[in-house]
């Protein structure tokens, strides 16, 4: 009937400005219609006629498996939900999941993997990280569902820039990109993101996975040899700092590096892959290592073979296709960076690295 | 055999003594006959007959629970905080109405409007289901199934535990067994007299509908490629028995059943759009809707087994004579 109905997840703990961003969302001018699913029911200040409230009960599967862990709140949510849709006369447009600080974003990313039913009528499209960038330094040092939001995400919101120095903004940035080196950080006041940076970003999409720049891995704002892109989210002269000046932030951030217990490994090879041995390569390692890799994304370049294979993993479930065929004058080259907890990193990139033709 | 199109889904249809009666996502409810109600402001998520055998009690994404007759429509009670309704059931026999909200189950007498009975789960509650004599009542949650007495209001439940999240429940017509649908495509079961475990799996597909037929000593379910039928014969219900399966196709699955459990006779609507009825014990399928299209997601039949209705996915309807 209809097309699948994208999701998006918003995670963030308390104060870091979730309910700002969201009402922005619902009352920007898009002609959109949005359900919201709050994590509490009848929660005050937002500003939709489609909220509805879900427990954050998370179920785990009767085979024992984590990984299969869901959120049985969202199943039943999303199946009322998809009861108002109707053919050519949608109910609404898309579903804004919010959770609390304490949720687990890995089984409300796996509940739209492993249930059927909500798989065959919704598609994840992405996982916003909000952190406040006054109190997020705390919080990641505190809190491992803090760590673990931001490492899931496919973008991250540093909101409440206004709050603090460009000095520490430039530490809690290269903190951010060290847990999650995929996702774009955009840099907000009062939660003012444009909404095409929260919105159908595609971050499970494998025909979106078009780039993914592990050596690139553009340092934080501020920090030395950031270049700005597209994702900076932010006019360029609004900060107009001095690069010496954070030059020395540089050293002084990773003087004071906080080894967090996630981080993200970036992988990258020149020669082409033997595919076979790569595909057993990433099964084995999301077999045995699935628990502790939070998300995973890469391009490789298969030896014989003119299109890019595309893979995407969250914990155990595993995406991958080919896509698009190489440009004939595009760089061949494999890629793929994987965020975990306890990864061996030396032990990843040999293995990568075995996998060449 | 008759038929209509709604621009809403239909999200659930019931037979109440006088015919079909189709419940819709735009929080409507239509007759047979024509007669129209448009008392939810939402979508109705379940619906079961009264138990006057007068219309139908719908449960709505606006927290109320609403009687639905020809002629008028009025709320019988509503969630706290406006909660879903997400489950009902009722009891001609006791003359009781259930439902759920949230991790709360109410009840309701259908003849005093000051009664009201209201039991707290620890978690969500998915499924509502009377036994047959309507003094108890068995809800699906996370974790198992909880027995409560109907009327009494404290009380603590008999919890019948088994790991996994449940979301589904009947009972069986001599009261005997509760079975659950689960999660992880597969239904569990427990002899009630020693809370025995029945564990019956084997399902390509989450199972939608159970339904009881051939005086209780079959259960019909969906979620294979064709209708599976338990045998609940003796003391030791489908313990140690193969299941059978009717109207194997390869290339749909079953995406309901309905049956009577009086009556020999088993409805079935396809992931594919049919619809087919069938005699157990019998040979064949008697297609009712041999047209493929939009997946089946309503099934109802009368009380008598006479009549079958069903709904697909694109809001067409249908009723005919089994």
């Given at each position: 009937m209809t097309d699948k109905i994208p999701v998006t997840v918003l995670t963030g703990y308390l104060g870091a400005g979730k309910t700002t961003l969201l009402n922005r969302i619902l009352t920007e001018d898009h002609g959109k219609r949005y359900a919201v699913i709050v994590n509490e029911f009848g929660e005050i200040g937002i500003d939709n006629d489609l909220v509805v409230g879900a427990d954050e009960d998370v179920f785990e599967m009767n085979n024992g498996c984590v990984c299969c862990t869901v959120r049985g709140d969202l199943i039943r949510v999303v199946a009322g939900l998809m009861k108002r849709q109707r053919p050519g006369?949608?109910?609404?447009d898309a579903i804004i999941v919010e959770t609390t600080g304490l949720a687990d974003p890995g089984p409300v990313a796996q509940t739209f993997f492993v249930d059927e039913d909500v798989k065959a009528k919704t598609q994840l499209d992405s996982v916003t990280a909000l952190v406040d960038a006054k109190h997020v330094m705390a919080r990641l040092d505190d809190s491992k569902e803090a760590r673990e939001q931001v490492a899931f995400a496919d973008r991250i919101i540093l909101n409440?820039?206004?709050?603090?120095?460009e000095a520490e903004l430039v530490a809690v940035e290269a903190r951010l990109r060290r847990l999650n080196p995929l996702a774009p950080i955009t840099r907000a006041e009062r939660a003012n993101v444009p909404l095409d940076q929260v919105l159908g970003?595609?971050?499970?999409d494998l025909g979106r996975i078009l780039d993914i720049n592990p050596e690139f891995a553009n340092p934080a704002?501020?920090?030395?040899g950031h270049v700005h892109d597209?994702?900076?989210?932010?006019?360029?002269?609004d900060h107009d700092h001095d690069h010496d000046h954070a030059h020395d932030h540089h050293h002084g951030a990773r003087g004071h590096a906080h080894e967090d217990d996630i981080k993200g490994i970036s992988l990258s090879l020149d020669r082409p892959m033997d595919g076979t041995r790569f595909t057993a390569w990433l099964d084995r390692l999301l077999g045995e290592q699935g628990q502790n890799i939070l998300r995973a994304k890469g391009i490789i370049d298969v030896n014989g073979e003119d299109r890019r294979l595309v893979f995407q993993a969250v914990h155990m479930i595993l995406e991958g296709d080919l896509q698009k065929p190489w440009g004939a004058n595009e760089r061949r080259w494999s890629r793929a960076v994987f965020i975990g907890r306890e990864l061996d990193e030396a032990a990843l990139r040999a293995g990568f690295e075995a996998c060449a033709a | 055999m008759r038929t209509s199109n709604f621009d809403a889904q239909i999200t659930a249809i019931v037979f109440d003594a006088e015919g079909a009666i189709f419940a819709l996502g735009d929080g409507s409810v239509r007759f047979e006959g024509g007669e129209f109600s448009a008392a939810h402001d939402g979508a109705i998520l379940c619906a079961v007959a009264h138990p006057s055998g007068d219309g139908v009690i719908t449960g709505g994404d606006d927290g109320r629970l609403i009687w639905h007759r020809r002629t008028d429509a009025g709320v019988l009670a509503t969630s706290a905080r406006g909660q879903w309704i997400d489950a009902v059931d009722a009891s001609a026999e006791s003359g009781l109405i259930a439902f759920s909200a949230g991790k709360i189950l109410t009840v309701l007498d259908a003849k005093d409007a000051g009664f009201r009975r209201d039991f707290q789960h620890e978690h969500t509650v998915s499924g509502v289901a009377f036994e047959p004599k309507g003094r108890r009542i068995a809800t699906s949650t996370y974790g198992g199934a909880a027995l409560w007495f109907a009327r009494i209001a404290e009380q603590r439940p008999t919890f019948l535990k088994w790991a996994g999240s449940h979301t589904a429940v009947t009972f069986s017509p001599d009261g005997t067994f509760v079975v659950t649908a689960m999660q992880d495509s597969q239904l569990h079961g427990w002899r009630l007299k020693d809370q025995k475990n029945l564990r019956m799996g084997g399902y390509p597909s989450k199972v939608r509908a159970m339904s009881f037929l051939s005086n209780g000593q079959l259960l019909a379910t969906s979620g294979a490629q064709g209708a599976v039928l338990w045998p609940f014969v003796g003391a030791n219900g489908p313990m140690g028995r193969e299941a059978t399966e009717i109207g194997f196709d390869e290339g749909s699955l079953v995406a309901l059943v309905a049956s009577q459990p009086k009556h020999g006779v088993l409805a079935a609507g396809l992931s594919d759009g049919r619809v087919w009825l069938a005699?157990?014990?019998?040979?064949?399928l008697n297609f009712l809707k041999a047209d493929r299209g939009a997946p089946i997601t309503a099934l109802a039949m009368s009380a008598d087994a006479t009549r079958v209705a069903w709904a697909d996915e694109d809001g067409n309807a249908g009723v005919a004579e089994a």
């Open positions: 006369k949608p109910a609404f409440k820039v206004d709050l603090v120095d970003l595609g971050g499970f704002h501020g920090e030395h597209e994702h900076c989210g932010h006019d360029h002269h | 005699d157990p014990a019998g040979q064949g």
